[in-house]
């Protein structure tokens, strides 16, 4: 919906009768906006192969006649709900990889349990992801298993991946993926070790609180949700305006909380230290080196990404030990590279054309 | 050369969209320096502390109505993870067994496709 930029004189008339009509349909749009929810999402028919605490693997029914040998498994963020990959019939990329022949399994999140408190990154790296990489291998009886990751889920696999050298990760996608904690510069200024006391905060409250989460995210562009209403506002009249809008509103919102000794790592380990990018992470007391990575590897970064900028994402490329690696730039930020319109003509066509090929 | 703008609307549209940006940018600004580093975490700690004395305040309370601590409803939970975790143990292995003795599970095996899908190029299909 993209207003004309000029104005002849002549059609005056008509423009005024185009925004009055859409101002009678802003009344009706609005109410009706108020008194429906919004589009299911996450709709894909799926099965739930394993569920423990925060953790759920899911696997979504094949939509075509034959598919590829290696099956692919999606590890989503930590901070977010794994439906953004799975928006709405024609904006799901999970029903896109369906149809384009992959085995699809999803790693999703739930909110910790306040019991839960005490995960830790080695649970994550060295329990949840080989586990569910297990079940994947006897769910769909192949070995190999491609892995592609989101966000701090590309982290996850990236630890993951440098740790077990001898598979069975056939090749690793991540998607906007920071390796360069200092590069992030308002995560980095929020986290200040001289100001921000990791431990009082994690020891009082146990879980980080979504809200928390969902503020930081929000202040890196604080004036973007007021700006958003006031475009909600003025393209209520239009169906696909408010549908995208509430789907993405929807999944910004619905922020998880934090394991609180799984965020005091994240903190000292990666935003303070900055381990992984200087070669000095260690999961459990092992070794977790981007050099050893030597799958195929691709990494697809966004061109105007404002939570991973593109200089905390630029040296994981370099870094990674594999000789069959790509890096790719789209237009298009952090979320709008995965999902939505953009993504169905950019991305998803992309990966679709590298992971192909090597998934036989 | 930039464009004119006339429209009204286009106008109204733009000027929101500059704002948006110029805010962004300044507050950005601002949020970098030390200082706001300083001021924000020692809010977030007072508001923490807080948090943890209520906290402790309410489970006194509750002990003292002779209701379960949170304490000991997380333990609870616990509990009920652990068990949960068991039944998904013996869900797992049940399918396993299923599986190799062939009896049909909720998606069976016969209804999985074959993996022998190719790449477009390589099987000729149109992309």
């Given amino acids: 919906m993209n207003a004309p930029t000029g104005l002849d004189f002549a059609s005056i008339p008509e423009r005024i009768q185009s925004e009055v009509q859409r101002a009678i349909q802003r009344s009706i749009k609005g109410v009706e906006y108020f008194s429906t929810s919004g589009p299911t999402l996450g709709s894909t028919p799926k099965d739930v192969l394993h569920s423990r605490g925060t953790m759920s693997l899911y696997h979504y029914r094949p939509m075509s006649d034959e598919i590829y040998r290696v099956p692919v498994l999606i590890v989503m963020a930590t901070t977010n709900r794994g439906y953004i990959l799975d928006l709405v ?201 981007l050099e050893d990575i030597k799958v195929p590897f691709l990494h697809a970064v966004a061109e105007h990404d404002h939570i991973v900028p593109y200089d905390a994402a630029k040296h994981l490329i370099a870094k990674i030990g594999s000789e069959d690696k790509e890096e790719v730039m789209l237009k298009g930020g952090h979320v709008s590279l995965v999902a939505g319109a953009n993504a169905v003509k950019r991305l998803w066509p992309k990966l679709d054309s590298w992971l192909g090929k090597r998934s036989i | 050369m930039t464009k004119e703008i006339n429209d009204p609307v286009a106008m109204w549209q733009k000027m929101v969209g500059d704002m948006e940006k110029g805010f962004n940018s300044f507050a950005n600004q601002a949020m970098s320096s030390p200082e706001f580093s300083q001021v924000v975490n020692r809010a977030g700690g007072v508001a923490a502390g807080a948090q943890k004395q209520l906290g402790e305040l309410m489970e006194k309370y509750l002990v003292t109505m002779n209701l379960p601590s949170r304490e000991q409803v997380t333990a609870l939970a616990e509990r009920l993870q652990s068990i949960e975790s068991q039944i998904g143990e013996m869900k797992s292995i049940l399918s396993q067994m299923a599986a190799s003795s062939g009896i049909s599970q909720s998606f069976d095996e016969v209804s999985r496709p074959p993996r022998t899908k190719r790449p477009p190029s390589e099987s000729g299909e149109q992309k």
């Fill in chain 1, 89 to 289: 019939p024609g904006q799901s990329f999970i029903e896109f990889l369906l149809k384009r022949g992959y085995d699809v399994y999803m790693l999703d999140w739930s909110a910790p349990r306040p019991e839960e408190k005490s995960l830790r990154m080695e649970d994550y790296v060295l329990d949840f992801i080989p586990d569910c990489v297990r079940r994947v291998q006897q769910d769909s009886g192949e070995q190999d298993v491609s892995i592609i990751g989101y966000c701090f889920g590309g982290v996850l696999s990236l630890l993951y991946g440098s740790i077990h050298k001898d598979g069975p990760m056939k090749n690793l996608i991540c998607f906007t993926t920071p390796i360069d904690f200092r590069e992030m510069k308002l995560f980095s200024n929020f986290s200040d070790r001289r100001y921000f006391d990791v431990d009082h905060l994690v020891d009082s409250v146990g879980n980080v609180p979504p809200e928390m989460i969902l503020s930081s995210f929000e202040m890196l562009r604080p004036a973007s949700r007021t700006v958003s209403q006031i475009q909600l506002w003025e393209n209520i009249w239009n169906d696909e305006f408010v549908k995208s809008y509430r789907m993405f509103d929807r999944w910004a919102t619905d922020t998880l909380p934090l394991a609180g000794e799984y965020f005091r790592a994240i903190t000292k380990d990666l935003m303070w230290d900055n381990k992984l990018f200087n070669d000095t992470m260690s999961v459990g007391g092992r070794a977790a080196k």
